[in-house]
């Protein structure tokens, strides 16, 4: 009966949902969050850092994001306009770099 008291007064995870209701799952020990919010933000900032957008001023920094590209259609299956948008940008920067650079 103590254990049941000690879990019911644990702090709660503060993550609202879309609906607007609170997120009822026990917070982590000195945090703020449950181990599946926390988990979901720390894999979110780890694809943010993959798909890193990279200066498209030089081929090697195309071959670079070709491969973060092809990365990014093999783990995270993204929409079929997302990959247009994706490699779109990519054939443009591609393309720049053929033509005279005029100083």
């Not at 948008?85 to 100083?103: E, V, W, Y």
Request: charge should be positive.
């Amino acid at each position: 009966m103590r254990n049941l008291a000690r879990a019911a007064a644990a702090p709660r995870c503060n993550f609202y949902r879309a609906d607007g209701r609170r997120c009822g799952s026990p917070a982590l020990r000195g945090g703020r969050l449950c181990r599946i919010h926390v988990r979901k933000f720390v894999e979110g900032y780890a694809r943010r850092r993959r798909l890193a957008v990279p200066d498209l001023a030089a081929a090697r920094t195309i071959a670079v994001g070709i491969t973060q590209v092809m990365r990014y259609l093999w783990e995270e299956e993204p929409s079929v306009s997302q990959c247009g948008k994706i490699l779109n940008g990519i054939q443009q920067a591609s393309t720049n770099l053929r033509k005279p650079k005029l100083d």
